[in-house]
């Protein structure tokens, strides 16, 4: 079973930074394109970020260009989401999840393995 497990929220003032992690056990996770979601409180999970398996490309929402990064440590078999800049709208529970098939140019239904998520609060 591929699990997922994602740490690092917590709250943040407005303009700090936040690194979350998505773990993997169990298997090796640069074999899988590894996408970052979130949810925030009455709204619908968004795609936030993307890092392929093939080539390494990484897709942002417009919202988090230029604030958010996603990179792989392949020694530590993770995939962080370094976060900037943040703003009171990036308050949500984030998650990650992997695609094994469609390598960042699918849609959030063929991302699998979803990890509990991890809460982001941006308040002063």
């Known amino acids: 079973q591929l699990q997922l497990v994602e740490s690092g929220g917590g709250l943040v003032q407005p303009g700090g930074s936040l690194r979350l992690s998505c773990a993997a056990s169990g298997f090796t996770l640069d074999y899988y394109a590894i996408g970052w979601f979130r949810q925030a409180p009455g709204k619908e999970r968004e795609g936030v970020s993307c890092l392929s398996n093939s080539d390494g490309s990484t897709y942002y929402a417009d919202s988090v260009k230029g604030r958010f990064t996603i990179f792989r440590d392949n020694a530590k078999n993770t995939v962080y989401l370094q976060m900037n800049s943040l703003k009171p709208e990036d308050t949500a529970v984030y998650y990650c999840?992997?695609?094994?098939?469609?390598?960042?140019?699918?849609?959030?239904?063929?991302?699998?393995?979803w990890g509990q998520g991890t809460q982001v609060t941006v308040s002063s």
């Open positions: 999840a992997l695609d094994p098939y469609n390598d960042c140019g699918g849609v959030e239904a063929d991302f699998g393995s």
